[in-house]
């Protein structure tokens, strides 16, 4: 088993649509956890921080669940340029990165 | 602030050669990772360098890889030598310790390597 699953995808949303990700990890230990997004050929860049507490930023809501060991993003009313990878990824020292699910906003 | 800089972005060798990648990270930042995503896969991660020590470097898949990071400022990553399945891209990430944990990694744009 992998130490950080996520959604197989893809993904192909309309614009203004909501999609949810789901990530979930294997080391009951993990301290910090991530979402990067990844756009085609570019470096993986942060996307935002996951707290116990959910956290907000725009469109963006992240929810980590301690207990469940579960991970989610939920992006709203979706546009164009959020088409990327959106990987999850779980941080105990080193950062352990789950496989990535591909967004395709379409028009 | 400059970024995580990586060179070269971009490098097709022979099987058997030897090529060296390199990393330098933001300044400031202790924490050095190497990451490798090959076709097809997720990143993988390599090793992870606290100033000039190695921290973990449970990642590295075998001993054609030799990583380096004198002084604690740039990085170095050596394959030889280089085989087919060393192909991917590989990523450099930094980040700075804060407190009883790190802040968050910031990567480099990546080497591609190919290997004919």
Not at chain 1, 28 to 37: E, H, I, M, V
Not at chain 1, 85 to 91: N, R
Request: net charge neutral.
């Amino acid at each position: 088993r992998k130490e950080v699953e996520q959604d197989p995808g893809p993904f192909n949303v309309p614009e203004g649509a909501t999609v949810a990700f789901n990530c979930t990890y294997s080391n009951s230990a993990s301290q910090s956890f991530f979402w990067y997004r990844q756009d085609c050929r570019k470096e993986p860049k942060l996307l935002m921080s996951v707290y116990s507490s959910g956290n907000e930023d725009g469109r963006f809501t992240a929810q980590l669940n301690r207990a469940s060991q579960y991970i989610s993003l939920l992006i709203r009313d979706s546009k164009l340029s959020d088409s990327a990878t959106y990987l999850c990824v779980v941080k105990r020292g080193k950062s352990t990165f789950g496989d990535g699910t591909t967004l395709t906003v379409k028009p | 602030e400059a970024g995580v800089t990586q060179f070269p972005s971009h490098s097709v060798i022979e099987k058997g050669q030897t090529v060296t990648l390199r990393c330098d990270p933001i300044s400031g930042h202790d924490n050095l990772y190497w990451y490798r995503r090959v076709m097809g896969k997720e990143i993988k991660f390599l090793l992870h360098f606290v100033k000039e020590s190695k921290q973990d470097e449970s990642g590295m898949p075998n001993n054609r890889f030799l990583a380096e990071r004198t002084g604690g400022t740039y990085s170095t990553l050596k394959v030889q030598p280089a085989e087919l399945e060393d192909s991917g891209v590989y990523f450099c990430a930094s980040s700075r310790v804060q407190g009883a944990g790190d802040t968050e990694a910031f990567f480099g744009q990546g080497t591609r390597l190919t290997v004919v």
